[in-house]
């Protein structure tokens, strides 16, 4: 069993920066792929970017390429979505997951996200 709960989420203007804690707890997150996804008011959740276990490979979908960074300390039981240059199409709600691969398919845990708004 996995909790996630993910933090630092909040209201920055365009061009802003946020970065997004996801405290995990349960012995298995170390061994588990770890996905952040997002969702828009009005749109389904869509994933956003991927670590492996052990943080050696990222995925990223085109839209936050350059701009996030996914990281994760495995010591410490935590992952991290750093995000850069902000724009108002990244308002959304972020979750982090345990998931089983890189691209974020095959959810086994949701965190019960955070609110992220940026203003233009």
């Known amino acids: 069993q996995v909790q996630l709960v993910e933090s630092g989420g909040g209201s920055v203007q365009a061009g802003g920066s946020l970065r997004l804690p996801c405290a995990a707890s349960g012995r298995t997150f170390s061994s588990s792929a770890m996905g952040w996804f997002r969702q828009a008011p009005g749109k389904e959740r869509e994933f956003v970017a991927g670590?492996?276990?052990?943080?050696?490979?990222?995925y990223y979908v085109d839209p936050v390429k350059g701009r996030f960074t996914i990281s994760r300390d495995n010591a410490k039981n935590a992952g991290y979505l750093q995000m850069n240059s902000l724009s108002p199409e990244d308002t959304a709600v972020y979750y982090c997951?345990?998931?089983?691969?890189?691209?974020?398919?095959?959810?086994?845990?949701w965190g019960q996200g955070t609110q992220v708004t940026v203003s233009s």
């Open positions: 997951a345990a998931v089983r691969s890189l691209r974020g398919t095959g959810i086994d845990y």
């Open positions: 670590i492996t276990w052990g943080g050696g490979r990222t």
